[in-house]
């Protein structure tokens, strides 16, 4: 074994790495308390079981990480009814697929009839010598060289690229080039194959159904060694501590402007944002219970349009299952004057389209142009409830 994995040892099984581990979820916590200085009581309940969830994301995605060691299906996860982060569209599944990029993989299955699938080849920064040092209380400052929420994609593709004329998917994703069929490049630092799936019609469109297999010999163990798990917890820690603040970060420049919309691409581009095929502003509102906020823009020519409302930390409100919260072309169309008016208010209005803020007064919204043919002019202005009757 090299140095730095006697050390990753070392640090697993006399508690080092566990106590780092702790140590780095602290400072997580502590960013609840620094980003939400008024201690509105909701935001503080809800940063905290916002933290426990990435818990479980990075369990799934570093900790208990799985590569396909055998045939299997490609897991396409669903936004939760509730609690989608980062401003998710109801209309957007997830596939995430970790995979170790020394192997190559063969894909193969059904392209499904949503008509966009988009692949990417997740590869954040992970030094060599992740598991070997301390980080704990010095996790912050350690966000610039190791954050494994750093959407650095290297190389991407849609899935049409390798769909055959009878909807057959059939590719392979690796380091180097197999020759002689469809190719998905990989980076030797990849640890996921990421994709977007979105619905025009969630209803009637089906989702890809795809199958992953390694074509070299792959040993399966259920238990990593002590270096690979002090590694492990190590990304873990440190992928919820850039989860949560790199979307702090990007709620508390929104909210220096409050019930404004604008773009913010380099925030969006961190997390992992598509801004080269859609238009998407982003605010921070706060409407009181006898006000409203009225959103009017003409809707270019794109393959979809939708609004949507999050609490504080970027979790969307939306109930995908009533349209709470949520607006889009599917559902709404524009006035005779060619003019889509959203009326955010905590009760019906007189006039335009409704999105219900529920209990709330405040929170993260965002307006999704899906590959528009221009940009459009989009207008904001906050009134009373009341001038909105007759």
């Not at 997830?94 to 894909?107: A, E, G, K, L, T």
């Not at 509102?285 to 939708?306: G, K, S």
């Amino acid at each position: 074994m090299t140095d730095a994995s006697d050390e990753a040892t070392r640090r697993l099984i006399e508690g080092d790495a566990w106590r780092d581990f702790c140590d780095t979820l602290k400072e997580a916590g502590e960013v609840v308390l620094s980003e939400t200085p008024d201690a509105n009581p909701i935001d503080r309940v809800e940063g905290y079981r916002y933290l426990v969830r990435m818990m479980l994301m990075a369990d799934f995605r570093a900790i208990s990480r799985s590569t396909p060691a055998q045939k299997q299906k490609i897991g396409v996860i669903p936004p939760p009814l509730r609690g989608g982060i980062g401003v998710q569209s109801p209309d957007q599944d997830h596939i995430v697929q970790p995979v170790d990029p020394s192997i190559p993989y063969r894909i193969t299955g059904e392209r499904g009839s949503a008509p966009y699938v988009h692949l990417s080849a997740w590869t954040p920064p992970i030094p060599d010598w992740v598991g070997s040092k301390p980080i704990g209380h010095r996790a912050v400052g350690m966000l610039d060289e190791f954050n494994p929420n750093s959407a650095v994609t290297p190389f991407t593709a849609m899935l049409d690229e390798f769909t055959d004329g009878d909807g057959k998917v059939d590719f392979i994703v690796s380091t180097t080039d197999p020759g002689g069929g469809n190719w998905m490049q990989i980076a030797e630092g990849t640890r996921e194959l990421m994709g977007r799936v979105v619905y025009d019609d969630r209803a009637n469109q089906t989702k890809p159904r795809l199958s992953i297999e390694p074509l070299s010999d792959v040993v399966a163990s259920n238990t990593p060694s002590p270096g690979e798990f002090s590694r492990a917890l190590a990304v873990g820690a440190q992928m919820v501590l850039g989860i949560q603040t790199d979307y702090a970060a990007w709620t508390s420049d929104l909210r220096k402007s409050e019930n404004r919309l604008q773009l913010t691409n380099d925030h969006y581009r961190r997390i992992g944002g598509s801004p080269d095929d859609r238009h998407f502003e982003f605010g921070y509102w706060r409407i009181a219970a006898d006000e409203a906020l009225v959103i009017e823009f003409v809707p270019p020519i794109c393959r979809q349009w939708n609004f949507q409302l999050c609490n504080h930390w970027m979790e969307n409100l939306a109930n995908y299952l009533t349209g709470d919260g949520y607006a889009s072309s599917v559902e709404v169309g524009p006035d005779v004057d060619g003019v889509v008016r959203l009326v955010m208010a905590n009760s019906e209005p007189s006039s335009g389209n409704w999105v219900k803020v529920g209990d709330r007064d405040h929170g993260v919204m965002g307006l999704r142009f899906v590959e528009p043919e221009s940009v459009p002019e989009v207008s904001i202005r906050l009134v009373s409830l009341a001038s909105l009757e007759g």
